[in-house]
């Protein structure tokens, strides 16, 4: 009937844009992840030329931290809290 024949129509558009949304985003991916790559291979080089210890955007998000940075561990310590072992 004709109402099945337009959700199947419906259906097969979803599915068609889903399909291609999913793809604009691997080819997205694909071409943005070597230059990000390429910053952060250069923001880890300077920041390690200036001496520093770590880089932040401007969201706060770390964009590099020297080793020894990471108090997690510390934190865990101090709240009672075990240290988990790495895998």
């Known amino acids: ?48 030329k200036l001496g520093y210890t770590m880089v932040l955007n401007s969201e706060q998000t770390v964009l590099y931290a020297a080793e020894g940075t990471d108090i997690s561990n510390s934190v865990l310590t101090d709240l009672g809290y075990p240290i988990p072992t790495p895998e």
């Open 1 to 48: 009937d004709k109402q099945n024949e337009l959700r199947q129509l419906e259906q097969s558009i979803r599915t068609l844009q889903e399909n291609a949304q999913g793809d604009l985003k691997n080819k997205e991916q694909e071409l943005v992840k070597p230059e990000l790559d390429k910053l952060y291979s250069a923001i880890e080089r300077v920041a390690k």
